[in-house]
């Protein structure tokens, strides 16, 4: 069955600090991979997505992903945070079946 | 235009009650889901049609029953409410298979049993 693991529920960052969030998931077969965000009161909204390629994907706002096969990792990064960044973020993965499934997500806290 | 719309956004009612959440979606994608997100921002799958057929039911209650009536359609309902049903619950849907199995999601609708 699938699974993901986020490895940290809350995070508090001052702004321009770096981030690095966390992602494993188990499943033996190919999968795509997600990253979503949820800004204060607001549906969840794609952040940046690997289906295939460069294991290295760009997402909006400057975020980033590096998918790590033999990790079962995608690992999202950004260099420098800004306060409108503070919102919770989930990962995400899809194998077989279609079924989108995520960890229990991080809330990012950046501090102004 | 707004891809996927859930109605209600807000719900509040008693315990014992039958309600319905709605949810359509305009991008002519052929999966649907329904997800509940707890008090502890959990996300969880709940239900999963794809061509109006279930193809993924998790442990939920027998008291939601989900009902499809065309690719476009995957409305919610519940009955005999409890405390423990008040959550977010998201709509979603996307293309399955292939390149673009990204989902969206509709804004939720808040649920307050009382």
């Known amino acids: 069955a699938q699974s993901v693991s986020q490895h940290n529920h809350h995070v508090i960052l001052s702004e321009a600090a770096s981030l690095e969030l966390g992602c494993n998931y188990s499943y033996g077969g190919t999968v795509n991979l997600f990253w979503y965000v949820q800004y204060p009161g607001q549906h969840l909204q794609l952040l940046l997505k690997y289906f295939s390629g460069d294991p290295l994907v760009k997402g909006i706002k400057g975020f980033e992903a590096e998918f790590i096969k033999s990790k079962f990792s995608f690992n999202l990064r950004k260099p420098s945070v800004q306060w409108s960044d503070t919102a919770e973020y989930f990962c995400a993965v899809n194998g077989r079946g279609n079924k989108l499934v995520f960890g229990a997500g991080t809330i990012l806290r950046v501090k102004s | 235009d707004t891809a996927v719309s859930q109605t209600p956004k807000y719900l509040v009612t008693q315990m014992g009650n039958d309600k319905s959440i709605k949810c359509e979606q305009n991008l002519g994608h052929d999966t649907m889901y329904w997800y509940k997100q707890d008090s502890k921002k959990f996300l969880k799958i709940m239900f999963s049609y794809n061509n109006k057929e279930l193809i993924i039911n998790e442990t939920v209650p027998n008291r939601f029953s989900p009902k499809s009536p065309d690719k476009a359609h995957l409305n919610l309902h519940i009955n005999s409410l409890e405390l423990g049903d008040s959550a977010v619950y998201f709509c979603?849907?996307?293309?399955?298979?292939?390149?673009?199995?990204?989902?969206?999601f509709g804004q939720g609708t808040r649920l307050t049993v009382v």
């Open positions: 979603a849907s996307s293309l399955a298979g292939g390149e673009n199995t990204e989902a969206f």
